[in-house]
């Protein structure tokens, strides 16, 4: 199965900083990357995904990298505000499997 | 309509009631799923219907019983739970299985097992 690893478990920046968050993968055959932001209390909602074809792709102030040498994939938030603040989860799926695998999440605090 | 509707929102149940959780989307998708989430960890698998029909059950106790009435429906019947059930559980759809395409998840049902 796939071993799913995000990092980090928490980041905390200060409004207007940029943040990342990695999330690394093992399964070669992976072809499709997405992330999904959960705010405190409510469902997790697919904000940005990439597939194996595309190397970027931004929407905003969010974009979602892809190297697929290295098996890792990041989620970039720039100009950060206190409305981002929530986790984040990688769910990257293999083409073998149409269930993906969550990574562990990663707590964004924006202070304001 | 592009939503998954989960009831109900909120749920406290004894451990030798019987009670059924809700799922309903419109949005053709042909693939729904049952997830649970404790507090801080990703949601954990429980169940996959795909057109209809089950096909994964993640070792699942038989105490949580899954039914799939047609495409747009999904149910949880939940009989003789225990407390660590306590948990979010979420509904979530997608297009089809196989494809690259992201979920649609459910606001959720909060589940409290006294």
């Known amino acids: 199965g796939e071993n799913v690893e995000q990092h980090p478990s928490t980041l905390s920046v200060q409004e207007g900083d940029s943040a990342v968050i990695k999330c690394t993968y093992s399964?070669?055959?992976?072809?499709?990357f997405p992330w999904y932001k959960q705010e405190l209390g409510k469902r997790p909602q697919l904000i940005i995904d990439i597939r194996s074809n595309v190397g970027e792709k931004k929407d905003q102030r969010i974009a979602v990298t892809l190297n697929k040498t290295a098996k890792h994939f990041s989620l970039h938030i720039t100009e950060t505000q206190p409305e981002d603040s929530a986790v984040y989860f990688c769910g990257p799926r293999s083409g073998g499997s149409y269930i993906p695998t969550f990574g562990r999440g990663t707590s964004l605090i924006v202070h304001p | 309509d592009t939503e998954v509707t989960q009831t109900p929102k909120h749920l406290v149940m004894g451990m030798t009631n019987k009670k059924s959780l809700k799922c309903e989307q419109h949005m053709g998708h042909r693939a729904m799923y049952w997830y649970k989430q404790k507090a801080k960890k990703p949601p954990e698998l429980m169940f996959v219907?795909?057109?209809?029909?089950?096909?994964i059950n993640e070792s699942v106790p038989s105490r949580f019983s899954p039914e799939c009435p047609n495409s747009s429906l999904l149910n949880l019947h939940l009989h003789a739970l225990q407390p660590e059930d306590s948990a979010l559980y979420l509904c979530a759809s997608s297009q089809d299985k196989g494809l690259d395409y992201g979920y649609t998840f459910g606001s959720g049902t909060r589940l409290t097992v006294v």
């Open positions: 399964d070669s055959a992976s072809n499709y």
């Open positions: 219907y795909s057109y209809e029909k089950l096909s």
